[in-house]
């Protein structure tokens, strides 16, 4: 395990650098921090960012840095951007600075893994999108070892494998979810196919505050909702949905739900006061109604539909409705209405296996696999026209980016990760 500032001799490559003004970077000028999986509120809705608005809107690349391979996401937190990849048999994590691409720390650690021959498409490096709060970074690396980092130094603070724990230490393709904060503790579904356990560890010290052991991890990442007035971890573990106390990691709620090879990976969406839609690999999309009775809780299902069905694109809620990319037709974008699951609209197919799908206010955007971008503008009826289209990486785009500000995102493809800057007139409504 080792860490290092940034060197001539780091394995890097920055191109068409920072011609950008100083002032457009000054400290005074930083977004909010886009500090975990989906965004600031978890929840794939992006405060600020103006749409772009056609051909003469298209992107300029500031700077592009090789990191490595993997499919997480990169973090922005005031002016630095974590990313975290794989590098040989090593998972790095990477301090950068925002306005030119330069590293300013990196932590590594040798992980030898070897990918379940049905996934070797996707590569070693990690699946999981970090997790900055409080001025320190959590990863969860491919085989399942949690780490904190000193955001500001890259200096270890403490890390877990979970090996003398569990037989396995993640599930069948690797590990995936994205720790969650709360309250002071870092939630993380750790260990292997039904050997598993849904834990809180201290922010500060690593020491677990609970742990829920009844099933083994998914592939989904945990979100908070409050349901009926009391806050609820809600997650899909490897055969199921639930809903737990995040305090004491006391189930509240539980249901089945299996897909082919236990590939639940999508994230629950909280559509209401009550209600959360779930989705995942040939099963209906469906919502369930969550509600107390005789002091204890219930989750009904209230609808499901089979004409939206997703593999592994988490959907976005925008105005009583859900955008997203089903798996049918070999990448479909859809919208349905959350209250009831009637579908309102679907697309042309072939938009690719995979896709994000963000909610920019008027606009829908969708990165796909392909590495488009794609505009989409909200029609009344809920249809979405594609209205511009960029490509912003040279390889596939698994990974999820990072918005920054009114006209900027961070994009990670295969092996590198770039900053994208929208002409200035975009940033204009």
Request: net charge positive; charged share 20%.
């Amino acid at each position: 395990m080792t860490n290092s500032t940034a060197s001539a001799g780091d394995r890097r490559k920055i191109a068409a650098l920072g011609l950008v003004a100083a002032a457009t970077f000054a400290p005074a000028a930083y977004p909010a921090d886009w500090d975990q999986w989906r965004g600031p509120s978890r929840d794939g809705r992006v405060a600020g960012f103006a749409a772009p608005t056609g051909a003469a809107s298209k992107p300029a690349k500031r700077w592009d840095v090789a990191v490595g391979e993997g499919h997480s996401s990169p973090l922005v937190a005031g002016d630095a951007v974590f990313v975290f990849a794989r590098e040989g048999d090593d998972e790095v994590a990477r301090r950068l600075s925002l306005a030119t691409g330069k590293q300013v720390w990196q932590d590594r650690y040798p992980v030898p893994y070897e990918m379940n021959p049905a996934a070797r498409g996707h590569g070693k490096g990690p699946r999981s999108t970090p997790l900055y709060a409080a001025g320190r970074l959590y990863t969860l690396g491919v085989t399942g070892v949690l780490s904190c980092l000193d955001a500001n130094t890259g200096k270890m603070v403490w890390r877990k494998d979970f090996r003398q724990e569990h037989k396995q230490t993640t599930p069948d393709f690797g590990a995936a979810m994205s720790p969650l904060f709360e309250n002071g503790l870092v939630i993380a579904h750790v260990g292997g196919n039904g050997d598993g356990e849904l834990s809180a560890f201290d922010a500060k010290t690593g020491a677990v505050r609970w742990r829920w052991t009844e099933d083994g991890p998914a592939y989904s990442s945990p979100v908070i909702a409050m349901i009926g007035g009391v806050r609820q971890v809600v997650t899909q573990t490897q055969t199921r949905c639930v809903g737990l106390d995040p305090a004491s990691g006391k189930l509240l709620w539980s249901l089945p739900f299996k897909t082919p090879y236990d590939q639940n990976s999508v994230t629950p969406v909280v559509a209401g006061f009550d209600t959360v839609v779930f989705a995942g690999l040939q099963q209906p999309t469906f919502a369930v109604k969550v509600a107390k009775s005789g002091g204890s809780w219930f989750a009904t299902k209230v609808w499901e539909t089979r004409d939206a069905q997703m593999y592994m694109s988490t959907p976005v809620l925008s105005g009583g409705r859900l955008y997203g990319l089903s798996a049918r037709r070999q990448g479909q974008m859809f919208s349905l209405e959350a209250a009831t699951g009637k579908v309102l609209w679907t697309g042309e197919g072939r938009q690719g296996e995979n896709a994000s799908v963000w909610d920019v206010g008027p606009a829908v955007l969708a990165l796909t696999t392909g590495a488009d971008l794609i505009v989409f503008r909200k029609g009344a009826d809920g249809s979405l026209t594609e209205f511009a289209r960029y490509p912003v990486a040279d390889g596939a785009v698994w990974a999820s980016p990072a918005f920054v500000g009114r006209n900027r995102l961070l994009v990670k493809d295969a092996d590198s990760v770039a900053l994208w800057e929208f002409p200035a007139a975009t940033a204009k409504r």
